[in-house]
């Protein structure tokens, strides 16, 4: 499956932004996904994942009550809404398949990433 990231872009502390990730062919929507994080100098992080159903999501204690992870399964697009952004948000954003893997959530295919930059 090819997943399309988009909708990041540069923002002040406090404001909200949707990134929405759109995967190719009918099988998209049979696959948990999940968005991750990368950060200058720091490595990739888990931000949030959502099972296929759209019945069961995860997130990470760093965007838990501020970022809100959905699907559209009619069109094959997982979103994140993130609210409240901080600077530390600041990070390129991918979105990935994914596996649970014990208590957390395996990539197995990216796509390519999108930009979010938050200023203070």
């Known amino acids: 499956v090819q997943l399309q990231a988009s909708g990041g872009g540069l923002v002040q502390a406090g404001d909200s932004l949707r990134l929405s990730c759109a995967s190719s062919?009918?099988?998209?929507?049979?696959?948990?996904m999940a968005w991750f994080r990368q950060a200058p100098g720091k490595e990739r992080e888990f931000v949030a994942a959502?099972?296929?159903?759209?019945?069961?999501?995860d997130y990470a204690d760093t965007v838990k009550g501020r970022f809100t992870i959905s699907r559209d399964n009619a069109k094959n697009t997982v979103y994140l809404k993130m609210n409240s952004l901080k600077p530390e948000d600041t990070a390129v954003y991918y979105c990935?398949?994914?596996?649970?893997?014990?208590?957390?959530?395996?990539?197995?295919?990216w796509g390519q990433g999108t930009q979010v930059t938050v200023s203070s």
């Open positions: 990935a398949v994914v596996t649970r893997n014990g208590g957390g959530w395996s990539p197995r295919s």
């Open positions: 062919g009918r099988t998209g929507s049979m696959y948990n």
């Open positions: 959502v099972t296929w159903t759209g019945g069961s999501t």
